[in-house]
């Protein structure tokens, strides 16, 4: 079996939310008991004596609907854990045996336990990620628009994590990335970024959720100017072919072959000059292990000679980027993200640098997270110690 969380594309920081009326709600309580009327009957002596009616308690109803801005648990719009599977592609090809021979499919469903996590961080991914699209807006500020997307994950995992050891259960698995125009990708804004979204910009919203270290990594492309629709569905559907042809035993080399044959038959007008859409050739996708945005293998989006193979097991982050520049990054701008590295040990001197590395071993370990996260925690003085 292998799993594609990526398809391309109740607390604030610090104070709690109430959901919206009107979506699904209910804001009756298990421990309000409804009095009845009063009903009078005779007693001794000929006085009469009030006997109190009881009615039943209401019992307290699930919600149907998600809020807005999202608040409501995903454990509570699903309670069985019935978590919808998205979409599935056949196996095809010399796979077949995997969907027709019965003794194969009640074998993978024995070993499917950690699909729960998954659909569930992917439903939460879902969700924000509906909202964002609807709600992100020119004149917003980056930071306005990371921590209503990371307040929304956080919510609906049910983990704020401001408490110790919170964030590691569930929640973010990793910062909101808000990248503009050039920026390819991995910018967060950190405290005190006074950028704001522009009519003009093309922004590349890029965030994970993670349920028990399970990441689920998935992005989408915003622009305001239709000019820009083109360059936006290259994309798209270069993510989509990419997607389609990835499967057990298919060479990761020959799935940027497609991605790029997709992705460069686009092009994209811009103040009336014509442009190619390229692939970006020094970025890829990659597996997700557990508690570890980066696995050990990597999905090229341009054709490769890498003749690695997809395996059975493995998670896939399926990534593409197109550009209307010359398809290469390079690392720009300051430092947003960091991450444990599982592997190797330096000797710290300072008692700062080891209080740091305690607060991240115990709230992000291996997770990324960024000086956002730091500063909710009421970490201070830190630069060094991450630099």
């Known amino acids: 079996m292998i799993f594609f969380p990526t398809v391309g594309e109740p607390a604030t920081n610090g104070k709690a939310a109430k959901p919206a009326e009107g979506n699904g709600v209910d804001h009756d309580s298990d421990d309000s008991d409804e009095e009845g009327e009063d009903v009078t009957a005779p007693a001794a002596g000929g006085a009469a004596k009030k006997k109190k009616k009881n009615k039943k308690k209401k019992k307290k109803k699930s ?123 991995h910018y967060t804004p950190n405290a005190g970024n006074k950028m704001v979204l522009s009519q003009e910009d093309v922004m590349k919203v890029d965030f994970g959720v993670h349920v028990n270290g399970r990441i689920v990594d998935s992005a989408f492309t915003m622009a305001f100017e239709p000019q820009y629709d083109n360059l936006l569905a290259a994309v798209k559907d270069a993510t989509n072919a990419g997607v389609k042809e990835a499967g057990i035993d298919v060479r990761v080399g020959d799935v940027g072959g497609v991605i790029q044959e997709v992705m460069e038959s686009y092009e994209c007008e811009i103040d009336g000059v014509t442009y190619p859409v390229k692939s970006i050739r020094n970025l890829n996708g990659h597996t997700i292990e557990r508690w570890s945005i980066h696995g050990t293998k990597s999905v090229p989006i341009v054709k490769s000679n890498d003749t690695t193979k997809m395996e059975e097991g493995d998670v896939f982050a399926v990534e593409t980027f197109g550009s209307t520049g010359n398809g290469y990054v390079r690392e720009d701008m300051e430092v947003s993200h960091y991450a444990k590295r599982g592997e190797g040990h330096a000797a710290l001197r300072l008692d700062s640098a080891k209080r740091l590395l305690n607060v991240i071993n115990k709230n992000f370990g291996t997770l990324p997270f960024c000086r956002r996260y730091l500063d909710r925690l009421g970490q201070d003085k830190y630069l060094l110690g991450v630099s």
Request: glycine content about 8%; overall charge negative.
């Open 63 to 185: 919600p149907t609907a998600q809020s807005d801005p999202p608040r409501v648990l995903m454990s509570s719009l699903f309670p069985q854990k019935n978590y919808p599977k998205g979409q599935e592609e056949e196996y095809r090809d010399e796979n077949l045996y995997r969907t027709t021979n019965e003794e194969k499919r009640h074998l993978d469903n024995l070993n499917n336990d950690f699909l729960t996590d998954y659909r569930e961080a992917a439903e939460i991914h879902r969700q924000v990620r509906q909202w964002a699209q609807k709600n992100i807006k020119p004149g917003q500020t980056l930071t306005e628009i990371a921590e209503g997307i990371e307040d929304g994950v956080r919510a609906l995992t049910g983990h704020p994590g401001l408490e110790e050891g919170d964030a590691y259960k569930g929640g973010m698995g990793f910062p909101c990335g808000l990248s503009l125009n050039h920026c390819a990708a």
